[in-house]
């Protein structure tokens, strides 16, 4: 059974910078992708950024493209999304979701929320202005 962990996320003001983390297990390989995903107020569950733990391969929603960072580290089973000049708009809850690595990292971070193997429990993010 695949569990995810998450830690991280916070309180901060505008400009500022966090870090989450996701620990994986239940995976016997490293096929497989990890991603955050955020949920802001009335909102749909929005894929921010992927990463195959395979080949490092990534992707990141377009508003969030070159302020976030998405890293892995193979040996902890863990990714980390490093999140820079924070704004208002980044506000929400954010997930961490795995599947297994089936196609690009592109596709893996906007199916349907049934279609992941597992979903962390959610760690809140508020950016105050």
């Known amino acids: 059974q695949v569990q995810l962990v998450e830690s991280g996320g916070g309180l901060v003001q505008a400009g500022d910078s966090l870090r989450l983390s996701c620990a994986a297990s239940g995976y016997t390989d490293d096929k497989y992708m990890l991603g955050w995903f955020r949920q802001g107020p009335g909102e749909d569950r929005v894929g921010v950024s992927c990463?195959?733990?395979?080949?490092?391969?990534?992707y990141y929603e377009r508003s969030r493209e070159g302020r976030f960072t998405i890293s892995k580290d193979n040996a902890k089973n863990t990714v980390y999304l490093q999140m820079d000049n924070l704004n208002s708009e980044d506000t929400g809850v954010y997930y961490c979701a795995s599947v297994t690595d089936w196609a690009t990292s592109e596709v893996l971070c906007n199916m349907a929320r049934y279609e992941y193997d597992a979903w962390g429990q959610g760690t809140q993010v508020t950016v105050s202005s």
């Open positions: 990463i195959s733990m395979a080949d490092g391969t990534t």
